[in-house]
Structures are given as structure tokens and as C-alpha cells.
């Protein structure tokens, strides 16, 4: 049974670029959850999602940032004209079923901007 | 701001002795508690989880919960070296769509 994916696991982008970020969930995992990570920081929420659904997005910044997760296909967050501060690690994690269902991580995309 | 705190150490425990890891939040809405380990580079990893008060044990991890203070912990008996990583505590908010994370404690474990 495979885990949570992601791809790519490292992606350089120059500022003003965009950046695409893909995460397909565990087999039999309809919900998905996206997270950032700076450097020596803890993890930060950004969005949920269930299948065409965007559920809570409150972490994720107004501008630049937008996710989704059609109804056939992997997750995608897409940060469009990227700056130095976006630099980090993004992690995807999926669950089962939702309200405070176990959350199982991919292994990480990180994102550097030059 | 709802929040989770952890003491983000480090924690230094000799190999075999019990290591003792302490998380507090601020939303006394709560319903569903984590731990997870995350190695330096990785992603974290699922430990345990917690849904009622008082003590859950699995293997050498003991997850205990405390709602009315708002406290959870996790001790680890007979720790090893590569019990040595970041411990990340979290916590789902009252609508338990949302899981805030702690800043994680570093933890040691000497050989």
C-alpha cells in the first residue's frame, strides 16, 4: 500500500517563476492537507481539502498561493511569481475521514528560490 | 490565536532512560491529540494519537492527556539513539478540520 507522494521532492525556482507542488494521497485517503515548514520552524497549517472541495484554507496567504483537488488526478498547490521568502519545505498529508482523523505525511517538496 | 506550546529543548537523556515530553494548547475545544517524530530532512512521522483523558500506551510510547489542564505528554521508556529527532505535538481545533502543530522538541538520547 503506498504511502502519501509527492512530487517534485526538490524544486528551484527563480523569483517570479511559479511553482506547482503535487501530492496524491494513500489509497483509500480522500483528504488532503497542506503544510509549510521554514527552517528550524515548526510545521504550519495552510489548507484542507476533500475531493473538489476546498474545506479551511485559512492558512494559506491571500495573494500568490492557491490549491486544489479535482475529482481525478493528485492535490496541487501552485505558488505563482515566487520570492525568497517562499523558500521552505511543503508537506502534504492525507487522511481517511476528516475531524481529527490520524494524518499521514508525504515525504516533502522543498522549494528553492533563487 | 489558538495555539500549542512545547519547550523546544533540547532534551538530553542518557540511552535506557525515560524520556519525558511535554505539549500545552490553548483551545479547550479539542477533540483529537498527536505525536509525531520528525527526523532532521524527513517528514514526520505518526507516533501516536489521543482522543480521551488518561493514559495510552503502544510499544515503549505512552501518550497521556489531560483536557481539563490542557496537557498532553508522550514518555518514551528505555530510549535509544535513534530515539533522537524532533517531537512534534498537535492538536486539532474545536471544528477538527485544522491541526496546529507545536515548534517540537529536540531530544537527545546519549549512547
Known amino acids: 500500500n503506498a504511502g502519501v507522494m509527492q512530487n517534485p521532492r526538490h524544486l528551484v525556482r527563480r523569483r517570479g517563476q511559479e511553482a506547482r507542488l503535487r501530492c496524491s494521497p494513500m489509497?483509500?485517503?480522500?483528504?488532503v492537507y497542506w503544510y509549510r515548514q521554514l527552517p528550524e520552524e515548526g510545521l504550519k497549517f495552510m489548507v484542507y481539502l476533500q475531493k473538489e472541495n476546498i474545506i479551511d484554507e485559512s492558512g494559506m496567504p491571500k495573494e500568490r498561493f492557491s490549491a486544489e483537488f479535482p475529482k481525478e488526478g493528485p492535490s496541487i498547490l501552485r505558488i505563482q511569481q515566487v520570492v525568497r521568502g517562499d523558500s521552505a519545505a511543503y508537506f502534504c498529508a492525507s487522511s481517511p475521514g476528516d475531524r481529527g482523523d490520524e494524518q499521514y505525511f508525504g515525504p516533502g517538496t522543498r522549494l528553492t528560490v533563487t | 490565536q489558538k495555539e500549542v506550546e512545547q519547550n523546544s529543548g533540547p532534551l538530553s537523556v542518557p540511552e535506557g532512560a525515560i524520556a519525558s515530553l511535554n505539549c500545552t494548547y490553548s483551545?479547550?475545544?479539542?477533540?483529537?491529540f498527536f505525536w509525531y517524530r520528525q527526523y532532521s530532512g524527513k517528514s514526520p512521522e505518526l507516533i501516536m494519537s489521543?482522543?480521551?483523558?488518561g493514559d495510552k500506551e503502544d510499544g515503549r510510547f505512552t501518550a497521556q492527556l489531560n483536557k481539563a489542564s490542557q496537557y498532553v505528554s508522550l514518555l518514551i521508556r528505555d530510549s535509544q539513539p535513534s530515539d533522537s529527532a524532533t517531537y512534534l505535538c498537535?492538536?486539532?481545533?474545536?471544528?477538527?478540520?485544522?491541526?496546529?502543530f507545536g515548534a517540537g522538541t529536540r531530544l537527545f538520547v546519549k549512547a
Open positions: 489521543i482522543y480521551s483523558n
Open positions: 489509497k483509500g485517503h480522500s483528504h
Open positions: 483551545d479547550r475545544g479539542s477533540q483529537s
Open positions: 498537535a492538536v486539532t481545533d474545536t471544528g477538527g478540520f485544522k491541526t496546529i
